[in-house]
Structures are given as structure tokens and as C-alpha cells.
């Protein structure tokens, strides 16, 4: 019984230490890639090529409903091979829009690569920063608020705003005047959210 006690007492004893010696924090990342000003020009550039590539898409598709227009009107008054020739240009051309429509949106298309292209690198940097922070003010953990995890947490351990600080003092966060017409950002957890979300029948 007494040896029992003595686990418990040595137990108690290095927990105690151990909790004296450990240093917890958190961030928020959804908050550092919606507040910093590269998520900021990573969401404009983005929206941009996006853009570029819908409109693409848009005129095929215009063109093809022009020609199905054509068709329609000419259907009664040309014989059956010419009818076949016009059908068959029309299919051609919407395979080639779906073609496009896959190249830019489809799984591993051109919108995923370039949102990797962009958000990889910034990711990653968000990484170094708390790294750096962590190693710098001798942290034992740090943990991110944004997976939902985390119960309660002790805003005086939050190190969001320190990390938010070196990410954005070399940067100036774009003006509204630099987005499209069409782009009006929103409060979503992270600023590239829904970018690249394609549906196949957008567009008829």
C-alpha cells in the first residue's frame, strides 16, 4: 500500500513539473488567411483567372445557341446531308465546350492547380511564422482554434495578432478598386472559399 502511494506522490510530483515548464497557445488560422492582406491579393488574382476562364466557356457556349438558332431557321429549307453537316458542327463544338469547361473546373483542372499555386505558398509561410514564434518565445504547443476542437481557450495565450503582425508587415492589402465589377468579398472562414466551385450546367 505504501509503495502504491509513493507512484501516486512521484506521478503528482512530475505532472506538477511538467505543467510548470509547458507553455500552451493558439491561433486562429481561418482568421490569419481571411485577415491577411496576401490572402487578400491571392483572392483577387484568383478571381481574375477564374474570370478569364468563365468567359471563355460563356462565348462557346453563346456561339453554340447561335448556331442551334441557325439551325432551327434552316432545318426546313436544306435537304438531309446539310442538315447532318449543321448537326454535326453543333456537336462539335459543345464537345469542345465541355472539353474547356473540364480542362478549367474538372478534378485537377486549371482552377485547382493555380488555387494551390497561390495558397500553398502562403500556407506555408503562416507555418514558418508560428514556428518561428513558438521556438522564439519557447512554446510547448500551439494549437489552431479553427478545426473546432478546442473547448475553451484563455484569449491571453491567443498569439493570432502576433503571428497576423509579421504576416502582413512587408504587405499593403489590395483596395476594393482592384476586383471586378462582379467580386464583392464576403465574411467566409477562409477569403478563397467557393472559389472554383464550376457546376457543368452554369452556363446553359
Known amino acids: 500500500m505504501k509503495r ?20 500552451l497557445g493558439y491561433v486562429d488560422t481561418d482568421r ?3 485577415d491577411s492582406n496576401e490572402a487578400a491579393e491571392i ?15 460563356r462565348a462557346l457556349d453563346d456561339e453554340i445557341k447561335q448556331m442551334e438558332r441557325d439551325y432551327e431557321i434552316r432545318r426546313l429549307s436544306v435537304n438531309e446531308a446539310t442538315k447532318k ?19 478549367y473546373f474538372g478534378e485537377n483542372g486549371r482552377a485547382q492547380q493555380r488555387y494551390h499555386e497561390l495558397i500553398d505558398p502562403l500556407t506555408q509561410r503562416v507555418q514558418d511564422i508560428i ?3 513558438a521556438k522564439d518565445e519557447n512554446y510547448t504547443m500551439i494549437f489552431d482554434t479553427s478545426f473546432g476542437l478546442i473547448l475553451y481557450t484563455n484569449p491571453a495565450i491567443d498569439i493570432t495578432e502576433q503571428v497576423l503582425q509579421e504576416l502582413n508587415k512587408d504587405t499593403i492589402k489590395p483596395t476594393d478598386e482592384g476586383l471586378l465589377p462582379d467580386f464583392k468579398p464576403e ?10 466551385d464550376f457546376k457543368e450546367g452554369e452556363f446553359k
Open 131 to 133: 514556428t518561428k514564434i
Open 32 to 34: 490569419i488567411l481571411y
Open 43 to 57: 483572392g483577387r488574382l484568383y478571381q481574375l483567372d477564374r474570370q478569364n476562364w468563365s468567359n471563355q466557356i
Open 187 to 196: 465574411q467566409p472562414k477562409n477569403p478563397l472559399e467557393g472559389f472554383g
Open 85 to 103: 453537316e449543321l448537326q454535326n458542327l453543333i456537336n462539335t463544338k459543345k464537345a469542345e465546350a465541355g472539353r474547356l469547361l473540364e480542362e
Open 4 to 23: 502504491y502511494y509513493l507512484i501516486l506522490l512521484c506521478l503528482s510530483l512530475a505532472l506538477g513539473v511538467f505543467a510548470q515548464s509547458t507553455k
